[in-house]
């Protein structure tokens, strides 16, 4: 296990729309619930849309501490006449830009988990994995994958390991579970693989 001072803070990344089917948001009110009950805090994009506002919603009304980073630009817009940012947190950090929001992001959490989400959800999903790969961090990174909704995006991962552009390594520094608590016990007992992310071509091996 990590020590307790290092497990702080998981940074979620999720849709900032809340998906066609009910598991999505019931799988995004369990990791809140379940983050807040285990005195983690969650730190996420700041949105109080989608399945964002759904788990900082449920974290916070399990008496959890939320941290909300968002960049200006997005602070004061509206969907569906709904403000963007959250207005409940414990704390809304506001940053410059989206690059600075995601290193501020990362500088903040211990482990990284991903809910269903679209392009934004995989660009941080991605990134953070990037930054793992290169060694950059060693932190935990896994899918909470409710209702299968990450299939495709682990049969990718697979497809590229057997394809020669991912090795065993960077493969698993791709955790993932279809429940919460499953999902936080195997972020908390992994042991980062020593990395190097490129392959050698064949006439080298
Ligand atoms: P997407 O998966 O495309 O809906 O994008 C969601 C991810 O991008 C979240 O984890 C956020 O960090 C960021 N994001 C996208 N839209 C917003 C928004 N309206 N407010 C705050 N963050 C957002």
């Keep these: 296990m990590e ?3 290092a497990w702080r803070r998981i940074c979620v990344f999720c849709g900032s729309s809340p998906g066609r089917r009910p598991e999505y948001r019931a799988a995004a009110g369990q990791l809140g619930r379940l983050l807040a009950e285990r005195r ?10 989608g399945l964002m506002g759904v788990v900082a919603d449920a974290c916070l009304a399990a008496g959890g501490s939320v941290i909300g980073v968002i960049p200006e630009a997005l602070v004061g817009r509206e969907v569906a006449g709904r403000a963007v940012e959250h207005s409940g947190l414990t704390r809304l950090e506001v940053v410059d830009s ?5 290193a501020r992001m990362a500088e903040l959490a211990d ?3 991903a809910l269903p989400g679209g392009f934004g959800t ?3 999903l991605f990134e953070i ?6 060694g950059f961090h060693r932190k935990p990174i896994g899918l909470l994958d409710a209702a299968d909704y990450f299939a495709p ?10 394809e020669g552009f991912l090795n065993a390594q960077s493969r698993a520094l791709l955790l993932a579970h279809t429940g919460p608590a499953a999902l936080l016990e195997a972020m908390a007992a992994y042991r980062p693989p020593r990395v190097t992310p490129w392959i050698r071509e064949e006439k080298e091996l």
């Design 3 to 5: 020590p307790a001072s």
């Design 40 to 49: 983690l805090e969650l730190v996420y994009g700041g949105g109080n849309i």
């Design 98 to 102: 989206m690059h600075t929001r995601k």
């Design 111 to 113: 482990g990284f988990i």
């Design 122 to 124: 995989f660009e941080e």
């Design 129 to 134: 994995l990037t930054w793992a790969q290169l």
């Design 153 to 162: 995006l682990l049969a990718l991962c697979d497809s590229a390991l057997t």
